[in-house]
């Protein structure tokens, strides 16, 4: 099952840099690029625990839509999001957030499989570790940068 982990250093209080990790506002901004929507359950604001949203973007040339729920959350330290209807076999994102040297050291573990078997495993490796990642990056860079300026949260 592969396993992406992303550290991230912002120079902000953690509790800002939680909020904005779960502003579903925020991720549509970061995910512009594939035209991801929330098209059901909690589709804007501050998702919290036991919420649903769905998401409909394009990615690797397909329209794809994904249900998540947040299942864990522990606020501002943690919260998870669990695929529950979507593309993959299995697909876990966890959010965690701790005070740093003077800012938050916000970090990503995402773990996911594609259905499929032998093909899914091949398919994992060679596309979907380095897509996934770089998707993680934007969204991280984005969270940073509004973290670290006066900029309020999107509504």
């Given at each position: 099952?592969?396993?992406?982990?992303?550290?991230?250093?912002?120079?902000?209080?953690?509790?800002?840099?939680?909020?904005?990790?779960?502003?579903?506002?925020?991720?549509?901004?970061?995910?512009?690029?594939?035209?991801?929507?929330?098209?059901?359950?909690?589709?804007?604001?501050?998702?919290?625990?036991?919420?649903?949203?769905?998401?409909?973007?394009?990615?690797?040339?397909?329209?794809?839509?994904?249900?998540?729920?947040?299942?864990?959350?522990?606020?501002?330290?943690?919260?998870?999001?669990?695929?529950?209807?979507?593309?993959?076999?299995?697909?876990?994102?966890d959010h965690h957030f701790?005070?740093?040297?003077?800012?938050?050291?916000?970090?990503?573990?995402?773990?996911?499989?594609?259905?499929?078997?032998?093909?899914?495993?091949?398919?994992?490796?060679?596309?979907?570790?380095?897509?996934?990642?770089?998707?993680?990056?934007?969204?991280?860079?984005?969270?940073?940068?509004?973290?670290?300026?006066?900029?309020?949260?999107?509504?």
């Amino acid at each position: 099952m592969p396993n992406l982990t992303l550290h991230t250093q912002i120079a902000a209080d953690h509790s800002r840099c939680f909020d904005l990790a779960r502003d579903l506002d925020l991720h549509k901004q970061t995910l512009a690029h594939t035209h991801e929507q929330a098209i059901a359950g909690r589709t804007s604001g501050l998702i919290e625990l036991g919420e649903e949203v769905t998401w409909r973007g394009k990615h690797l040339g397909l329209y794809h839509t994904h249900t998540a729920k947040i299942t864990q959350y522990d606020r501002p330290r943690h919260f998870r999001d669990e695929m529950i209807h979507g593309r993959f076999k299995t697909f876990i994102h966890d959010h965690h957030f701790e005070p740093y040297e003077n800012g938050t050291r916000m970090t990503d573990i995402l773990v996911f499989t594609s259905p499929f078997g032998l093909l899914g495993t091949l398919v994992d490796a060679l596309v979907l570790k380095r897509y996934l990642r770089n998707l993680l990056l934007v969204r991280a860079t984005l969270i940073c940068q509004v973290a670290e300026s006066s900029q309020n949260m999107t509504k």
